[in-house]
């Protein structure tokens, strides 16, 4: 079968191409800077630059919207606030257009969405019933996904994976998060009693490939973990992991004022449960964060 993908050079696309290849499917990746992409992805990915590229004939089994300038980097200026919902909602669009347009219809779109979906809720758990709330994060993820949902008016099946802080040794925000740790410098943001809803990569590629073949993956679907935790016992977790003591907290007030309302995403956390991935029979291989960071860090360091 062939597969589009979007964001395929990135953390996530690149752990999700190798699967496919190794069962023989292939893939179409649609990619920025083409020369960048050859050297990032395996010679069997066809590259394209743009998906007019692509024929009305073309035949496409489904599609995986990942793309979009990375949220966590620089504060949320007016204009980097425009470039992240313009790298998703413009990418959307297209693939939307594409769908409109290609003759042989794809089964599926798994489109990318994130539990920043949900705003801020303190210690109520959330399920993927709970509304948005009115502010940035929320309104990225509900504009991405309402994008998406236009490509089932093509009888295209579309499923948005709200996704955890996704926990791998290679890439996304662990690393980031272990780096001070190791240099003895592991400080928790804000007080530590808010929640980190996380999901490991092994487990979040298993689902997004379920999702391209399992007609019951459809809708909302939370991409985390059973068991979130308070980002104090992460941090305790963390430094075990390591042999690093985590000794301080950085007040919510500083972090806040380097960071503006970006900070929301070290500070304020969300208590996410994957009701819908449990009903669909999803199981997860990391259900506890201990475990996810033993399977990364192993004992050696
Ligand atoms: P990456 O940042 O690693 O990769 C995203 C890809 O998007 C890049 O490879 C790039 O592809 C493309 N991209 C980057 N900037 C732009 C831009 N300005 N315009 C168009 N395309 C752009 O992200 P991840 O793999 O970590 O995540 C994939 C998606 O899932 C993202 O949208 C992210 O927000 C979301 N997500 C990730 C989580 C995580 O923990 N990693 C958690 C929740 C959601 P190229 O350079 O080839 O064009």
Request: hydrophobic share 40%; glycine share 8%.
């Amino acid at each position: 079968r062939t597969w589009l993908i979007t964001g395929a050079t990135g953390f996530i696309g690149s752990h999700l191409v190798k699967p496919l290849l190794r069962r023989g499917d292939r893939m179409i990746a649609l990619v920025r800077d083409p020369k960048r992409a050859q050297r990032r992805l395996n010679a069997k990915v066809r590259i394209v630059r743009s998906l007019d590229e692509l024929p009305d004939q073309a035949s496409i089994d489904g599609i995986v919207n990942l793309a979009g300038e990375p949220i966590f980097g620089m504060p949320w200026t007016e204009s980097r606030r425009k470039r992240l919902l313009a790298s998703r909602i413009d990418t959307t669009r297209a693939v939307v257009a594409l769908c409109n347009r290609l003759q042989h219809k794809p089964t599926v779109l798994i489109n990318g969405s994130a539990i920043g979906y949900y705003g801020v809720h303190g210690d109520e758990t959330i399920d993927e019933t709970t509304p948005p709330q009115s502010m940035f994060q929320s309104a990225l993820c509900s504009e991405w996904e309402s994008a998406a949902a236009a490509a089932s008016a093509s009888g295209v099946r579309v499923a948005c994976l709200r996704t955890g802080v996704v926990l791998s040794g290679d890439g996304g925000a662990l690393p980031r998060l272990a780096r001070p740790v190791r240099w003895y410098a592991g400080v928790v943001p804000g007080t530590g009693t808010h929640w980190l809803s996380w999901i490991h990569i092994d487990d979040l590629i298993r689902m997004l490939l379920l999702a391209l073949d399992n007609g019951r993956y459809t809708g909302a679907i939370n991409a985390t973990a059973p068991e979130p935790l308070r980002y104090r016992d992460f941090y305790s977790l963390l430094g075990d992991a390591l042999h690093r003591p985590i000794w301080m907290h950085v007040p919510a007030s500083v972090v806040k004022a380097g960071l503006g309302e970006m900070a929301q995403l070290l500070i304020e956390g969300q208590r996410v449960i994957p009701r819908r991935a449990q009903e669909l029979g999803f199981e997860f291989r990391y259900t506890t964060a201990a475990r996810a960071l033993r399977a990364i860090y192993g004992t050696a360091h």
